[in-house]
Structure formats: structure tokens, C-alpha cells
């Protein structure tokens, strides 16, 4: 019965440290202070309604969000001067086809909040 209880209390302890050194080894960009976040939601210019399936990526980052079912997406960046925000239609019309368009973001705080109107094609 004492064993089962020091090897319970090992294997937590080992899935614990795991998981620290996991943390310490990559973490996540917003771990480390110099990143800012983009979020918002996409809608259709004429009818207004949300976009689904609109890829959202930030000039020189590698990461990328695609919009959910309300239209909405958010992204980190590492916090620049100015930085260009691209919306593109990937999802091959399943929503309608829109025309990519950028937004320009030259006073960037650590949360920066964007709504943005897409043209159809």
C-alpha cells in the first residue's frame, strides 16, 4: 500500500517536471513580454454577416489564424513599429469568394482590435 502511494506520488512528480522543462524549452510567444496580439472579426461588406474560413496572417511572422464560424481570429507578433495585416480568402468559395485586402497597423499597443469589411469579388 506505501508503494503504490511513493509511486503515485513519483510518476506526478515526473509528468510535472515534464511539463516544466516542456514550458521552458518552447513556451509560447506571449510568454515572452515583447509580443502583441491582433484580434477581431471579419464580415461580409455588403451583408455584413461574419466570414468563416478568411486566413489572417501579419508581414513577417510565420504564424497564421484562420477566421471560426463568427468570423473571428487573433494572432501574436512580436511588437514592431508598424506591421501589415493580410485577410485572404482560402476556403475556395464555400462562403462566397471575397477579395484580399490589408490593413496597416502603425501604433501598435500589446491588444489591438481590428474589424474588418471584405469586398465580394
Known amino acids: 500500500m506505501k508503494r ?7 510518476k506526478g512528480l515526473s509528468f510535472t517536471s515534464a ?5 521552458a524549452c518552447y513556451g509560447t510567444p506571449q510568454d515572452f513580454g515583447s509580443d502583441s496580439l491582433v484580434e477581431g472579426q471579419v464580415k461580409s ?13 501579419v508581414s513577417g511572422n510565420l504564424n497564421y489564424d484562420t477566421t471560426d464560424q463568427e468570423g473571428k481570429f487573433s494572432i ?11 485577410f485572404e480568402d482560402i476556403d475556395s468559395g464555400e ?19 481590428l474589424e474588418i469589411l471584405m469586398q465580394e469579388k
Do not use: H, W
Not at 511539463?19 to 514550458?23: L, P
Not at 501574436?76 to 493580410?86: A, N
Not at 462562403?95 to 482590435?113: A, C, H, M, W
Open 4 to 10: 503504490n502511494r511513493i509511486r503515485t506520488i513519483l
Open 19 to 23: 511539463m516544466f522543462i516542456f514550458q
Open 45 to 57: 461588406l455588403t451583408s455584413g454577416l461574419p466570414i468563416k474560413g478568411i486566413k489572417v496572417s
Open 76 to 86: 501574436y507578433f512580436e511588437k514592431l513599429d508598424s506591421v501589415v495585416v493580410r
Open 95 to 113: 462562403n462566397g469568394l471575397y477579395q484580399d485586402t490589408s490593413k496597416v497597423i502603425k501604433e501598435i499597443d500589446e491588444k489591438v482590435y
